[in-house]
């Protein structure tokens, strides 16, 4: 039995399996990467080839990723694969910004500074699953 070429680490795609809250999450940071990769300066006044290419890709993969998780609202749990280096890069920003709403609350305890801990912990979770689909999946690769 032939076996197929194995891709490369970046190209590899991980599944991860989201809960409504947690896709919600996930598509919030991946629509701010959208916005960070369409504001980030391009090296001449007017875009190259090379950056429209590039704007391109990241426009397809975001909208691919966000349209699988229904833009945010899902009606039930969410199966999404992606990159690895988008679902690190992914978790990285959700750890980040989960921790910082818990340590950086509005307020003591009014509503808007609860709103914004379960958010934070929300974020938190959806990080740690999507970690532990990047642990698992590095396990299986060693393991083979």
């Known amino acids: 039995m032939h076996t197929p070429p194995s891709r490369p680490r970046d190209e590899e795609r991980i599944g991860v399996t989201l809960s409504p809250l947690l ?15 369409f504001d ?3 090296a001449e006044p ?17 909208v ?12 039930g749990e969410v199966r999404m694969a992606a990159p690895r280096p988008l679902l690190e890069t992914i978790a990285q920003d959700l750890l980040d910004g989960g921790h910082e709403r818990l340590a950086n609350p509005v307020g003591w305890n009014t509503p808007e500074a609860q709103r ?25 690769q060693m393991a083979s």
Not at 25 to 31: G, K, S, T
Not at 64 to 75: K, R
């Open 64 to 75: 691919d990723q966000l349209e699988t998780l229904a833009w945010g609202e899902p009606s």
């Open 23 to 37: 896709a919600r999450e996930v598509a919030r940071a991946l629509r701010i990467q959208l916005a960070a990769e």
């Open 116 to 140: 914004v801990r379960r958010q934070g912990r929300r974020m938190i979770r959806a990080a740690e699953e999507i970690g532990r689909a990047l642990a698992s999946e590095a396990q299986y």
């Open 46 to 62: 007017l875009p190259s080839r090379e950056d429209a290419a590039r704007l391109r890709r990241v426009l397809d993969l975001c």
């Open 40 to 42: 980030r300066p391009f």
